[in-house]
């Protein structure tokens, strides 16, 4: 019998949550991990640094800088974890100074179950914080598939051929909280569930925030579970689950 109890969000480490996951357990996996923003580089080496509000945006209660090698283990486990639990996974990333090497090494460490890689177009790039700098316009979507990685088909897909491109232009939204600086777009939700999943399927996010994918999922009749190490995002995402309203 599972000790996971659905349409909830965990106040603990989605390494917690994970652990009282039976295999197989979950559908489909949408989620935008922390980006690492404050581990940043001086002469040539990588360097920690205080919180910085302008650099943080996903978080405000831990330095979100941990050494590269830590991160690369981090999101090691919990891939390795997803991938036991879940049928098929969608991992946000930003690639910026703090993550690049970590989510290079893993496509390289998952290659078997990386299935593909679409690109997120938030259609106006933001400004880069350095000179000679691209400004970055882009987040990438790594889908994982522990079965059928080698093919770039799906199991479940509710579009017909030739009607989705890899290339998702969506804007980015305004904040649902004053401290949470990424918002995760309701569209980027739905036009994954609306494609990859059916009504009733458990949508999970181990990085939930402010909540947005467990509001999406449920208000396009979807199970939800979600974890959240920070109190006042979980508290935030909980009460927002409990109002009604529409998509976007």
Known sequence: MSKIKINKIYKESCLETLKKTPDDFIDIVI???PYNMNLRIRNGQYCSRQIVKELT???QNFADNLPIDEYFEFHKSVINELLRTS???????QIVTGSKRAFFRIMGEFYKELKDIYIWDKKVAEPAIRDKVLNRRTELILV?????????????????????????????????????????????VHHILKNFSDEGDLVYDPFIGTGTTAYV??????????????????????????NSGGLF
């Open 57 to 59: 945006t996903k978080y």
């Open 31 to 33: 989620t935008s991990p």
């Open 144 to 188: 994982f598939d522990r079965e059928d990685g080698i093919s770039r088909r799906f199991r479940k897909a509710n579009f017909n051929r030739g009607t989705l491109e890899d290339i998702w232009q969506i804007g980015r939204e305004k904040k649902k909280n004053k401290e949470h600086g990424a918002v995760f777009p309701q569209e980027l």
């Open 217 to 242: 999922a449920k208000l396009m009749k979807r199970n939800y579970l979600g974890s959240e190490i920070d109190k006042d995002y979980h508290d935030f995402a909980t009460k927002r689950l409990k």
């Open 87 to 93: 049928k098929i996974i969608f991992y946000n990333i």
